[in-house]
C-alpha cells in the first residue's frame, strides 16, 4: 500500500495525515501524539476512529496540523483518520457513520461587532 494522505478540519485547525500499513506509530509534528495533545481527553477525541473500528496498531500515522487551538486540532486529526479509515477499509463506512466521526463539525467563532466589546456582550447601558 503506498502512503496516502487525507485533509480533516475542525474551527480554524487543518490536519493533513499520512497512513501507510505499519506497527500503529501515530506521530503528530514530528511528535508522538500523546506529547503533542498533552491530555489524555485530547488523545481520545483524536484517536476515537481507531477505536471504534478496532484497528490499532495496524497503520502507521503521520499528521502534519497547523492552526487553532489544541482542541480543534484534535477535531481535525480525528476527522482526517476517520476519513482514511473510510476509504481504506469498505465494510466501516457505517460503523464510523454511526458514531457521527465523518460529518466536518462547521461551528466557528462568531465574529465579533462594532460597538461591542465581544461579539454579543454588549457595554454597560446607562440612562442618565
Same mark, same amino acid.
Given at each position: 500500500?503506498?502512503?496516502?494522505?487525507?485533509?480533516?478540519?475542525?474551527?480554524?485547525?487543518?490536519?493533513?495525515?499520512?497512513?501507510?500499513?505499519?506497527?500503529?506509530?501515530?506521530?503528530?509534528?514530528?511528535?508522538?501524539?500523546?506529547?503533542?495533545?498533552?491530555?489524555?481527553?485530547?488523545?481520545?477525541?483524536?484517536?476515537?476512529?481507531? %477505536? +471504534?473500528?478496532?484497528?490499532? $496498531?495496524?497503520?502507521?500515522?503521520?499528521?502534519?496540523?497547523?492552526?487553532?487551538?489544541?482542541? *480543534? !486540532?484534535?477535531?481535525?486529526?480525528?476527522?482526517?483518520?476517520?476519513?482514511?479509515?473510510?476509504?481504506?477499509?469498505?465494510?466501516?463506512? %457505517? +460503523?464510523?457513520?454511526?458514531? $457521527?466521526?465523518?460529518?466536518?463539525?462547521?461551528?466557528?467563532?462568531?465574529?465579533?461587532?462594532? *460597538? !461591542?466589546?465581544?461579539?454579543?456582550?454588549?457595554?454597560?447601558?446607562?440612562?442618565?
Amino acid at each position: 500500500m503506498a502512503q496516502e494522505n487525507y485533509i480533516g478540519r475542525r474551527k480554524t485547525s487543518t490536519a493533513r495525515l499520512y497512513i501507510k500499513d505499519g506497527s500503529g506509530e501515530f506521530i503528530v509534528n514530528g511528535k508522538p501524539l500523546t506529547e503533542h495533545l498533552n491530555t489524555q481527553a485530547r488523545v481520545n477525541i483524536a484517536r476515537l476512529p481507531m %477505536d +471504534v473500528t478496532e484497528l490499532d $496498531g495496524k497503520y502507521d500515522i503521520k499528521v502534519t496540523v497547523s492552526g487553532g487551538g489544541v482542541t *480543534g !486540532q484534535a477535531g481535525a486529526i480525528s476527522l482526517a483518520l476517520a476519513r482514511a479509515i473510510d476509504d481504506l477499509n469498505e465494510g466501516l463506512h %457505517d +460503523v464510523l457513520k454511526e458514531h $457521527g466521526l465523518l460529518t466536518r463539525d462547521d461551528r466557528m467563532v462568531e465574529r465579533k461587532k462594532y *460597538g !461591542q466589546p465581544k461579539a454579543r456582550k454588549k457595554f454597560q447601558f446607562s440612562k442618565r
